[in-house]
């Protein structure tokens, strides 16, 4: 079974502040690790994704995330926002041969003026 | 890339009917689809997992007589709520699988039971 955590659910920001959601899993098997966005009333676009190899991973807005199998997190940054980035961030874990994508709750990214 | 769309996107039905979201992976062919469901203020769900050419996997605690999923061809499956009340008002997203970790999602389908 695996399961994921995201410690915030709400992070506001200032424009052009850096931010950090963080996300932590937990599996009992090897996993592949993913960041999708949600605008409004949306489906999710994939942000970024860890597969193998550099565990830090990049998306063409800038955004970052870097795997740390030791502390078992997934942290997704980027050093500065913009208001268009305000959305519902999801961390989701894939493990096992199901393919089966489990997500975090969300944290809601709100890049304020 | 890889498209997938969802219809109808908003759909508002009376109680104790049925309802059909279509699920279409566009420009690929998906073996797999996945259907999830979203609650205000929480995470994706995972319903259950349609297999073309074969019965759908449901999760624990999703009643398979109450969401009928069929995934007639490699490019379509489809989501049934049936018989549906105002507790199954909610957001629907499905996924179809383009590769192995390689999920691509639909935009999503408002269910609201009146």
């Known amino acids: 079974a695996q399961s994921v955590t995201q410690l915030d659910s709400q992070v506001p920001v200032f424009e052009e502040a850096p931010v950090e959601l963080r996300c932590n899993y937990s599996s009992s098997v090897s996993v592949y690790l993913f960041w999708y966005v949600q605008y409004p009333n949306q489906g999710l676009q994939l942000l970024l994704k860890y597969l193998s190899g550099s565990t830090l991973v990049e998306s063409i807005n800038g955004f970052e995330a870097e795997f740390n199998k030791s502390q078992t997190s997934f942290h997704l940054r980027k050093p500065s926002v913009h208001i268009s980035d305000t959305a519902e961030y999801f961390c989701?874990?894939?493990?096992?041969?199901?393919?089966?994508?489990?997500f975090g709750k969300g944290t809601l990214l709100t890049v304020n003026p | 890339g890889a498209v997938v769309s969802q219809h109808p996107s908003r759909v508002i039905c009376k109680s104790g009917t049925s309802v059909k979201i279509e699920c279409r992976s566009l420009?690929?062919?998906?073996?797999?689809m996945f259907w999830y469901r979203q609650f205000p203020k929480k995470s994706l769900m995972l319903m259950a997992t349609s297999n073309e050419g074969s019965k759908a996997t449901y999760e624990q605690g999703v009643e398979k007589d109450k969401f009928l999923i069929n995934h007639a061809s490699l490019t379509l499956s489809t989501l049934t709520v049936t018989s549906a009340h105002p507790e199954d008002s909610s957001f629907y997203i499905c996924s179809a699988r383009l590769d192995r970790d390689e999920q691509y999602f639909g935009p999503g389908t408002r269910l609201t039971v009146t």
């Open positions: 420009d690929f062919q998906a073996t797999t």
């Open positions: 989701a874990v894939m493990g096992g041969s199901n393919y089966k994508l489990t």
